[in-house]
């Protein structure tokens, strides 16, 4: 094996080259640039665009988690008055890729601390690792999070370990808790683990370099708000319940198991073979590697917030993404050390290769959202209203909306958390609390008929009642399609 030899700039440039590609491939996938992939990524782009145009979050319209996502995307929202909605969306989207591919490389760099091997297995596993790849092609919060938590992860991981790394990833893990508050955790975790490796002081330096980037990007909105974003980042989302539901499935999606491997996965023998693998890769790389002992712990952490999360969606697979595909690089280099499994390296490599791009094309096809179609259909309207804030975006009418002093609501189903103070004391589901809310319901019926056009893009999620749907249908329905609905004053 000691002829193997890597060019490691040729590895990174194809690393960042698969990278792209596949979140271009997710893109394709999701209908294009100018397609509606969901809807959350529209919410963030949208609320971005209300802080490029004044408007202030948790005051002036609602928004549930902390604004470090608002203030990236923010320039990207300003940059709609120039280049229309859409084509900033567009481009907003691009920006996120890149964000993507940056992070293959940094997990690629902090493999090759380890070895060649490692880098390259670290470097194509995160390039095509589904839960990453479908959250990197388009604006979410998980992109930057595990951009930022991979940074910090990269300086806290030295081995020369100095001050000013500390400072460093703890500045990073603040900027990642500042877009979500789930990387709190990894924070306390690395402040522990430095108290464990260094000094109880090298811990406290962490968690204050952390706490005060929060502190300084947080509490300039808290304040504006008059303490309203407390209520909505922290009391609304600490009352959000789900349903009663086994875990394996969300165990799957953050393993990177995928419908067509299900079967094999729930098989008892299965999980007996993997369980003893486990243990003994673990026993491998935890006295040689001494960070595995700080990945294990971020993967433990990180696995509890999961499990523990009364809802989830796949997006939060990402979350602990990192962590696993650096622990088991450690393994693939390990292998390396023995006679007898050195020559499974490559078809090891291959099969990991083969089990990720499967993953990857078991992506949905979505259809094509006719952006150009709408657009021109609502051009002449002062006032537009959408369930969709990405709807919004792509027909090019909420900038138009904002500076004509409409009505926007970026999160129509978030709205349920400003209802009744968030409080959530039936523990209903989110869908359930929209439904049985005649606050909610009213409120996005005034909200609907405040524009002079209406786009209807969701109305199964947005829970709209039978006599809600009643009152919009009393509209002139203009166009109606399997896609969406527009209806006319």
């Known amino acids: 094996m000691a002829t193997l030899k890597f060019d490691k700039r040729i590895a990174l440039l194809a690393i960042a080259i698969t990278a792209l590609l596949a979140r271009f491939f997710a893109v394709s996938r999701g209908g294009g640039f100018k397609s509606v992939f969901g809807y959350d990524d529209g919410v963030y782009m949208g609320a971005g665009t209300g802080l490029a145009h004044g408007l202030i979050p948790y005051r002036d319209f609602l928004f549930v988690h902390p604004p470090g996502i608002l203030l990236i995307i923010s320039p990207f929202g300003y940059l709609g008055n120039f280049i229309t909605d859409a084509n900033a969306f567009v481009m907003a989207r691009l920006f996120f890729i890149l964000v993507g591919v940056a992070t293959t490389i940094i997990v690629t760099r902090i493999g090759f601390r380890i070895g060649n091997w490692a880098g390259v297995f670290a470097g194509f596993t995160y390039a095509l690792w589904l839960p990453v790849v479908r959250e990197e092609r388009t604006t979410l919060l998980e992109v930057f999070c595990v951009f930022f938590f991979t940074l910090a992860l990269f300086f806290i991981g030295k081995t020369d370990l100095t001050r000013k790394d500390i400072v460093l990833g703890g500045i990073f893990l603040g900027l990642a808790t500042s877009v979500k508050l789930w990387m709190a955790v990894p924070v306390i975790v690395i402040s522990l683990w430095l108290f464990a490796r260094r000094k109880i002081k090298s811990g406290l330096i962490f968690g204050f370099s952390s706490f005060s980037v929060f502190a300084l990007i947080c509490a300039p909105f808290l304040l504006l708000s008059n303490g309203k974003m407390w209520d909505l980042v922290w009391k609304a989302q600490i009352s959000r319940a789900g349903k009663p539901e086994s875990r394996l499935p969300r165990l799957a999606q953050i393993f990177n198991i995928t419908k067509r491997l299900a079967p094999v996965v729930e098989n008892p023998v299965f999980i007996i073979i993997v369980s003893g693998l486990v243990i003994f890769a673990l026993i491998l790389i935890f006295n040689k590697y001494k960070i595995s002992r700080l990945y294990l712990a971020l993967i433990a952490a990180q696995l509890t917030v999961l499990m523990s999360s009364p809802i989830f969606f796949h997006g939060y697979s990402s979350y602990v993404a990192v962590p696993i595909i650096l622990l088991v690089s450690l393994f693939f280099q390990r292998l390396i050390d023995f006679k007898y499994?050195?020559?499974?390296?490559?078809?090891?490599?291959?099969?990991?290769?083969?089990?990720?791009?499967?993953?990857?094309?078991?992506?949905?096809?979505?259809?094509?959202?006719?952006?150009?179609?709408?657009?021109k259909m609502v051009a002449y309207a002062k006032c537009v209203t959408s369930d969709s804030p990405s709807v919004l975006l792509l027909s090019n009418t909420l900038t138009r909306s904002i500076k004509n002093g409409c009505q926007v609501k970026f999160d129509v189903d978030g709205e349920i958390y400003g209802v009744n103070g968030g409080v959530n004391n039936e523990k209903l589901t989110s869908m359930e609390r929209r439904r049985n809310s005649l606050q909610y319901q009213n409120e996005l019926m005034k909200y609907f008929e405040s524009g002079d056009v209406t786009i209807l893009k969701r109305e199964v999620a947005d829970a709209l009642t039978p006599a809600t749907m009643r009152k919009l249908e009393s509209l002139d329905l203009d166009v109606s399609t399997g896609l969406y609905r527009i209806y006319e004053k």
């Open 341 to 375: 499994t050195a020559h499974l390296l490559v078809p090891i490599f291959i099969v990991s290769l083969a089990f990720n791009l499967s993953a990857v094309s078991e992506l949905l096809p979505q259809q094509k959202y006719p952006a150009k179609a709408i657009s």
